[in-house]
């Protein structure tokens, strides 16, 4: 495995991280999206982790930082999502020009999944989506389900009184960051994606955090609330409520990375579009190669936010701190 430096548009100035695996023949691509306010190492390093395990098992991988995230500079004079969908069109044309044509996963956590997501409603390139928090619709059972949870804690009974104070306190702040941090896909743009993905006969893995509970709260919720025919059986949904939503205990980071390899592992011969796949080889010591590289246009319908590098307990909801020119890895 080796990794270099990648850049992306008219003027290069995009930058991004690629992992090469051992074996690239008809290796698929995973593009990781920046979240919130933070730097394409995200928080904890979850993006290196999961794009360094993802090129052990044969996937390229590339975390990217979107303009005015990181160590890219923003655009002037054009909206968010004008702005990511630019960023977009200039990536896809820089892997092609370097890895060929070839079949696309994204990741992205929080307002990344919001990207993944409106980006897999436009592009039929993109055939698998690994999300972390993304949005979801409620089910007929879900106020139903938040009653039932209440009345039968007896913890929550008797500080019912805190949790509703709580909660509003949490609504008010939600909807200031949201204003500033997410731009959600809208309901056409995930009627979309999901369509979209049942047709390619796409794939899609979904975690829901303890960020999730306010509009999530059953393991398969996301498929049925959905009502789309076939979606249920290419969609794997994961819900841990006690995991918090950065994935900052070492033990919930590891438990994520093993669901990310085995549905790699498992989806990868279906992705490469072969009917099976060799034994894999024994996971080797990683070994970084830094390089640099090549160029980058296209056009699509919006997009969201993420910014620079902070240190690794930052939220995903941080005040946009100065840019900085680190090459993190």
């Not at 190492?41 to 996937?59: D, K």
């Not at 039929?124 to 938040?146: A, H, N, T």
């Not at 080889?281 to 910014?307: H, W």
């Amino acid at each position: 495995m080796r990794e270099h430096v990648f850049r992306y548009g008219d003027t290069k100035y995009g930058l991004g991280m690629v992992t090469i695996p051992d074996d690239m023949e008809g290796a698929p691509v995973v593009v990781l999206f920046n979240a919130g306010l933070l730097h394409r190492a995200e928080p904890y390093r979850i993006n290196v982790l999961v794009s360094r395990h993802l090129a052990q098992i044969g996937y390229i991988t590339i975390r990217i930082d979107l303009s005015g995230k990181g160590d890219t500079p923003a655009r002037s004079q054009t909206s968010n999502r004008e702005s990511v969908a630019l960023d977009w069109a200039f990536i896809k044309k820089s892997l092609e020009h370097e890895f060929g044509k070839r079949k696309l996963v994204l990741f992205g956590l929080c307002s990344g999944a919001d990207n993944a997501i409106k980006i897999a409603a436009q592009d039929e390139d993109v055939l698998g989506l690994i999300l972390l928090d993304p949005i979801s619709r409620q089910d007929e059972s879900f106020k139903l389900r938040q009653i039932r949870g209440v009345i039968t804690s007896l913890y929550k009974l008797r500080n019912i009184h805190r949790m509703l104070r709580h909660r509003l306190m949490k609504r008010h702040q939600s909807t200031v960051f949201a204003s500033n941090l997410r731009d959600e896909p809208t309901r056409d743009d995930l009627n979309d994606c999901c369509q979209n993905l049942v047709k390619r006969q796409g794939r899609i893995l979904a975690f829901f955090s303890d960020f999730a509970t306010k509009y999530y709260n059953q393991q398969g919720q996301f498929g049925r609330s959905m009502r789309l025919e076939g979606l249920e059986h290419i969609c794997e949904e994961v819900y841990w409520p006690r995991v918090e939503h950065l994935y900052s205990v070492q033990v919930h980071r590891d438990r994520l990375m093993g669901r990310i390899v085995q549905w790699g592992k498992g989806n990868l011969p279906h992705f490469k579009g072969a009917a099976v796949i060799a034994d894999e080889k024994p996971n080797k010591p990683i070994q970084v190669r830094l390089l640099a590289d090549e160029n980058t246009s296209i056009a699509f319908r919006g997009l969201a936010v993420s910014e620079s590098p902070r240190s690794a307990g930052d939220s995903c909801m941080a005040s946009k701190p100065a840019l900085e020119a680190k090459a993190t890895l």
